[in-house]
């Protein structure tokens, strides 16, 4: 957990970043003052008249000078990846004009309730109404006919395509330009690496197919929900708890606990972290590019650099780096929903996770205070911008998840040794089977209840999001209180 008023120079090169680059207009001028400010700072530390500071403030300068240095450097960067990120695709051609495009497509194509299927498409031609050929760069998102979708699919992330149709209105679909095929044209499969990845992510699906929560185990490991039900969709998301479903640091710890489970003993903690982060980078590859997995397995990497010894384990550092090392390699995926939501989920619990922790002790019993405490401090995070998103908050999702947050990472772990039995020992794959079926009748039954209770409307998303940073500040007051109180009342205790 952070230490309260105390931040480090990582965290505010995140911090800057962060700011310019959700902000870039109103915080360049602020960080064009700050940089200013550090070369001032600079420049006055070389004068021998703050000699009378004595050591320990001469070290506070020191500390507060590089943390400025800290914060602006991460202004310029931020607003550099947001000027990345906000630039327009190049068509080469009018909009509306544009009748085909050539590209690869950057992900699988997934299916929609309506049986059509998206994805996205890195464009490198535009076919005009006219005839007229233009290079073109950037991406899109493609809507695709539902008889294509099935053909695309088995040919999976990489190949390339022709397609007619035309662009959406702007504001239809997504706030970046989408395009509607009519016809789709492969040109040329995907490379063989890919054409492997695809028969894998097939091959697993197709192992979970035959049961009814085949869909749920593919949706959690593989981040494949087209066979998941939308009624169980729709009572994760009614009850608060849609996240479970996204891949994200749970997921992937599952995954890790497993690989560390059977690589620690045999080899050691730094030979089982070197080859769990390979273990871990093929998992990434397999299941996709996806923001908020991608943000747990850089921290997994970045924790593997600091069990090696690169630098200490503080999961706020880690969290920092990894959020500025994502703008940097993929700039667009900042602004992406699920994006935002992981890191603002982590840092609830990582700032105010240790606090509440501390304050419902003795309160409540331990094997409920920490995962309430973490709970309610992601809640309170992202609680601005779910409310700006959805216009509705669902506190019920922080009771719903003590219970549907341990229930999946057991169900995982079955699912995990029922594929494994399905290629190694199919005799296993019954029994366990059976017991993955009971744990997805509860945890439908779990989800359903909770997701009967009505959410809170909200019409004034900032009055919740200031309500929030209150709320915060008033439960960091009040754990630093009791701290101090505790602290004092120790050496009294002892004597």
């Known amino acids: 957990m952070v230490k309260l008023f105390r931040l480090y120079p990582a965290l505010w090169f995140a911090l800057g970043a962060a700011c310019c680059y959700y902000a870039p207009g109103p915080v360049l001028l602020a960080g064009l003052l700050l940089t200013g400010m550090v070369s001032l700072s600079r420049v006055l530390k070389t004068f021998p008249a703050l000699a009378f500071w004595g050591a320990e ?20 960067l931020g607003f550099a990846a947001r000027l990345a990120a906000s630039g327009p ?16 497509l950057r992900d699988d194509p997934r299916g929609l309730a309506g049986g059509q299927g998206m994805a996205f498409l890195d464009m490198e031609k535009a076919a005009g109404k006219d005839g007229l050929r233009a290079s073109a760069k950037g991406e899109v998102l493609v809507f695709f006919p539902e008889e294509s979708v099935p053909r695309l699919r088995t040919l999976g992330r990489g190949s390339r395509v022709y397609i007619e149709g035309a662009f959406l209105p702007p504001g239809k679909g997504s706030s970046g330009p989408v395009f509607r095929a009519k016809g789709v044209h492969v040109l040329a499969t995907a490379p063989a690496v890919e054409r492997l990845r695809t ?6 699906v197709g192992k979970f197919s035959p049961y009814k929560w085949g869909g749920l185990a593919a949706a959690l490991l593989l981040g494949v929900r087209d066979s998941l039900e939308t009624e169980l969709a729709a009572s994760y998301r009614d009850a608060g708890c849609s996240h479970v479903l996204a891949l994200s640091g749970m997921h992937l710890a599952v995954v890790s606990a497993v690989i560390a489970f059977l690589l620690r003993k045999p080899l050691g903690l730094k030979a089982a972290a070197i080859l769990g982060a390979v273990f871990i980078l093929l998992y990434a590859g397999l299941v996709g590019p996806l923001p908020s997995l991608e943000r747990a397995v850089l921290m997994y990497l970045l924790g593997t650099l600091a069990v090696l010894g690169a630098f200490p384990r503080r999961p706020a550092v880690l969290l920092a780096l990894a959020f500025v090392i994502q703008i940097c390699r993929s700039p667009a995926s900042g602004t992406s929903l699920s994006f935002i939501l992981s890191y603002l989920a982590l840092a609830g619990i990582l700032v105010l996770g240790g606090p509440l922790h501390g304050l419902f002790r003795g309160i409540a019993p331990e094997v409920l205070s920490r995962p309430l405490s973490a709970s309610i401090g992601a809640f309170i ?11 509705v908050l669902r506190p019920v999702g922080i009771l719903a998840g003590l219970a549907i947050l341990p229930l999946t990472t057991v169900f995982m772990i079955f699912a995990l040794a029922c594929l494994a039995a399905a290629f190694l020992l199919p005799p296993l794959a019954a029994p366990l089977g059976t017991v993955l079926s009971l744990l997805y009748g509860v945890l439908s039954r779990i989800a359903g209840l909770a997701g009967g209770v009505p959410g809170i409307g909200v019409s004034n998303p900032l009055a919740v999001l200031a309500a929030s940073l209150l709320v915060s500040a008033a439960l960091l007051l009040a754990w630093k209180r009791r701290s101090e109180k505790g602290n004092r009342i120790a050496p009294f205790a002892a004597a």
């Open 381 to 391: 995070a992202t609680a601005g911008i779910t409310a700006a998103v959805f216009g």
């Open 199 to 204: 028969g894998i992510r097939l091959g697993i």
């Open 57 to 76: 403030n001469t070290r506070l300068f020191r500390e507060i000078s590089l943390s400025l240095a800290a914060l602006a450097v991460g202004f310029s």
């Open 89 to 104: 695709p190049g068509l080469g051609l009018v909009e509306g004009e544009i009748s085909g495009l050539t590209g690869t």
